[in-house]
């Protein structure tokens, strides 16, 4: 069973974000469902059973156990030279997503659950992915039309580990445990 730690982002902005990904739905681009559109907190990947209750038993240290406000604004790519990941901007200036990805990782690894670091994490909502270059010069049109759109603010008072099953069709997130943060 593939696990993550996620955020979900309200109805609206997860539908105004879905119209974005899908004009981007060229040739050539996989544009994430609108029902799998959310923030990664700590990807974890493949995980027992056993190990699912160490991670059930995870709460944020500390103040990171408040909840927080962020942004979604602009829309971006991850690649050196062309776009891989075309994602939206998440506005984290507290810096509690990243944060919160530390802590998260640190329990994990005090469980012997081995995780993957990023070179450096960055807080976004993936919007697609680029599998071939065809579509390569509307994708670019796209990036600058986006790149300082407003789409959003909310609170964020929950955090989901989730569980991701592959089919024909894509993936299906179900969340398995929540995790609620205060005021």
């Known amino acids: ?60 240290s500390g103040s990171l156990r408040k909840s927080f406000g962020v942004g979604v604004a602009g829309v971006s790519y991850f690649g050196t030279r062309i776009p891989r990941v075309v994602y939206a901007n998440v506005d984290d200036s507290g810096e509690n997503i990243r944060r919160i990805n ?24 993936t919007l697609g992915r680029v599998k071939s270059l065809e579509g390569l010069d509307k994708i670019y049109a796209l990036l600058s039309t986006y790149k300082d759109t407003e789409f959003g603010t909310f609170r964020v008072d929950k955090l989901y580990i989730k569980k991701s099953e592959l089919h024909s069709e894509g993936p299906v997130y179900s969340n398995v445990f929540c995790f609620k943060l205060y005021l």
Do not use: C, W
């Open 1 to 60: 069973m593939r696990i993550f730690l996620a955020i979900d982002l309200p109805v609206e902005l997860r539908a105004r974000l879905s119209r974005v990904a899908e004009e981007f739905d060229v040739e050539g681009f996989s544009a994430v469902k609108e029902e799998n559109i959310h923030i990664t907190v700590q990807f974890i990947g493949d995980l027992g059973h056993k190990s699912l209750k160490s991670v059930e038993n995870y709460r944020p």
């Open 102 to 125: 530390e802590d998260f990782s640190k329990y994990l690894e005090s469980y012997g659950i081995e995780v993957k670091h990023e070179e450096e994490f960055v807080p976004h909502v």
